[in-house]
């Protein structure tokens, strides 16, 4: 296997990783869902124009959708889950990557973004990344359901960095609920490692992936009529939102084996555990920091 452009390193944990519908890609979007819109006609004109005018590759998981699709010069089928690699695209051949919401349901992320970043032009190609609040909730990624919006943006900003990536420039619009990550490919000459924890900024990074929609998902899974898919969807979001915790603290340098683990029994995940955990373990970071180690 011929090793990807400058990484993997590794941001998302394995609880990140973890989703509720866990069927194959393939079964998940079998079904077609041509002509369905999820923007108002003005704007599809505008991008079927621009869309004359370049050489468009599209990819997805469905070739039914990807067959209707007039505006693509060629398409493939692949899910990256699978097989990250873009084996049939070449080195900085590719302008600019878009990437509309799907990130929410990538498990290799960092293994597609180090293939992106592999196959635009060094230095001047451009990756968009686009986040929305809705999503497939039962297929999207924990780590990016125990998170809101901007905290999303956060992540995948640092794995954008920790891959390829020289520059990412966040663009905002709090009204239509999106966020929009627009990087750059770093040029041949620079360093592949690109770190996002720094002294000046450690205890912003450390904190940001708080545990927040804790509180929201526990009345979710509580409320009137919510089912066994609610009370996982909770489970996987405390999950997430603690290991993303754990994560940060073992880049600082803490062992793994002193962090304090959640019990494998997803019975046996509540709350208040969690919020135990998680006070214990800011407190062993706060010391650890102020020792200077």
């Known amino acids: 296997m011929r090793p990807l452009h400058a990484g993997p390193k590794l941001v998302l944990s394995d609880e990140d990783r973890r989703t509720v519908d866990t069927r194959p890609a393939a079964e998940f979007y079998a079904t077609p869902r ?4 999820h923007a108002d006609d003005a704007f599809l004109k ?7 005018q370049i050489n468009l590759i599209g990819h997805g998981i469905n070739a039914d959708e990807l067959q209707a699709n007039k ?27 878009l990437c509309c919401n799907s990130v929410y ?13 592999r196959v635009l032009v060094p230095g001047r190609g451009v990756f968009v990344v686009t986040l929305g609040e809705d999503c497939y909730r039962a297929r999207a990624l924990a780590g990016m359901l125990a998170r809101t919006l901007d905290e999303r943006a956060d992540l995948v900003t640092r794995v954008l960095l920790a891959n390829g990536f020289a520059t990412v420039r ?9 966020r929009a990550l627009v990087a750059t490919a770093a040029s041949p000459a620079a360093s592949p490692r690109a770190p996002y924890i720094t002294p000046d900024n450690v205890a912003d990074v450390l904190w940001a992936p708080a545990l927040t929609p804790l509180s929201a998902a526990v009345a979710g899974a509580g409320a009137g009529g919510a089912g066994p898919r609610d009370g996982a969807l909770a489970v996987l979001q405390w999950r997430a939102a603690y290991g993303a915790l754990c994560a940060d603290a073992e880049e600082l340098g803490i ?6 683990k959640l019990p494998q029994d997803d019975a046996e995940i509540t709350l208040t555990l969690v919020q135990e955990r998680q006070a214990y373990l ?3 970071v706060a010391s650890f920091l102020s020792s200077g180690l």
């Open 46 to 52: 505008r991008v079927s124009d621009l869309a004359a």
């Open 282 to 284: 800011q407190g062993m």
């Open 71 to 97: 505006d693509l010069s060629s398409w493939f089928v692949q899910d990256l889950d699978e097989s990250p690699a873009l084996s049939d695209i070449g080195k900085g051949a590719v302008d600019a990557v």
């Open 105 to 117: 349901y990538l498990a290799r992320l960092e293994e597609v973004t180090a293939e992106v970043a």
């Open 170 to 178: 966040l663009i905002t619009d709090a009204a239509l609920g999106l």
């Open 255 to 260: 062992p793994r084996s002193v962090i304090p």
């Open 34 to 37: 041509i002509g369905v819109k």
